[in-house]
């Protein structure tokens, strides 16, 4: 079995648990944080929804800086509008789906440097790379999101219920 077929299964049930908690965002939420110096409802959304979008960059590349020199950073979007985040969720799984379904393991096994300013940050296999910075690192912040909703009073079904 292949490190794709492997990885399919987890990564189509917890998208769809995702785009539920993502789905459950409203308008006047947006801007709502616990406290200063917290990232808001908007943020984490936008976030959850652009790091699928890293799936293409660790694949097809052998490295990324997230601050070239004399580059803009990578920044998280800033959508305003819940259902354009959500479209930009579905539009990304989709083609973050597509890409790792289609991915062999040898390309898997190749190494992946994270840069920041030009200097390596950390140099892992892009197996690794898309469980930890892109799958995991996506339920860190779904968990973070569903608190946050709950906190500023969204009804929201549990996660992994049914």
Same mark, same amino acid.
Request: hydrophobic share 45%; net charge negative; aromatic share 10%.
């Given at each position: 079995? !292949?490190?794709?077929? *492997?990885?399919? @299964?987890?990564?189509?049930?917890? *998208?769809?648990?995702?785009?539920?908690?993502?789905?459950?965002? @409203? +308008?006047?939420?947006?801007?709502?944080? &616990?406290?200063?110096?917290?990232? !808001?409802?908007?943020?984490?959304?936008?976030?959850? #929804?652009?790091?699928?979008?890293?799936?293409?960059?660790? *694949? +097809? +590349?052998? $490295?990324?800086?997230?601050?070239?020199?004399?580059?803009? @950073?990578?920044?998280?979007?800033? =959508?305003?509008? &819940? #259902? $354009?985040?959500?479209? !930009?969720?579905? %539009? /990304?799984?989709? $083609?973050? %789906?597509?890409? =790792? #379904?289609?991915?062999?393991?040898?390309?898997?096994? $190749?190494?992946?440097?994270?840069?920041?300013?030009?200097?390596?940050?950390?140099?892992?296999?892009?197996?690794?790379? *898309? %469980?930890?910075?892109?799958? /995991?690192?996506?339920?860190?912040?779904?968990?973070?999101? !569903?608190?946050? =909703? %709950?906190? #500023?009073?969204?009804?929201?079904? @549990?996660?992994?219920?049914?």
């Amino acid at each position: 079995m !292949s490190l794709a077929e *492997i990885l399919m @299964p987890e990564f189509d049930d917890e *998208i769809k648990r995702t785009r539920i908690v993502l789905a459950a965002v @409203p +308008q006047d939420k947006l801007d709502w944080k &616990p406290a200063e110096g917290f990232h !808001s409802i908007g943020w984490n959304a936008n976030h959850l #929804a652009d790091m699928l979008s890293w799936t293409q960059v660790i *694949i +097809q +590349q052998a $490295e990324f800086d997230i601050h070239p020199p004399g580059g803009e @950073p990578h920044g998280t979007p800033n =959508l305003m509008d &819940p #259902a $354009e985040i959500l479209e !930009s969720f579905d %539009r /990304n799984a989709a $083609e973050s %789906r597509a890409i =790792l #379904a289609a991915t062999d393991d040898n390309t898997f096994a $190749e190494m992946w440097t994270m840069k920041m300013g030009g200097n390596d940050l950390f140099t892992i296999p892009k197996w690794t790379c *898309i %469980r930890t910075w892109v799958m /995991n690192h996506s339920f860190h912040h779904r968990g973070i999101l !569903s608190v946050y =909703l %709950r906190m #500023a009073g969204v009804e929201l079904t @549990p996660i992994y219920d049914g």
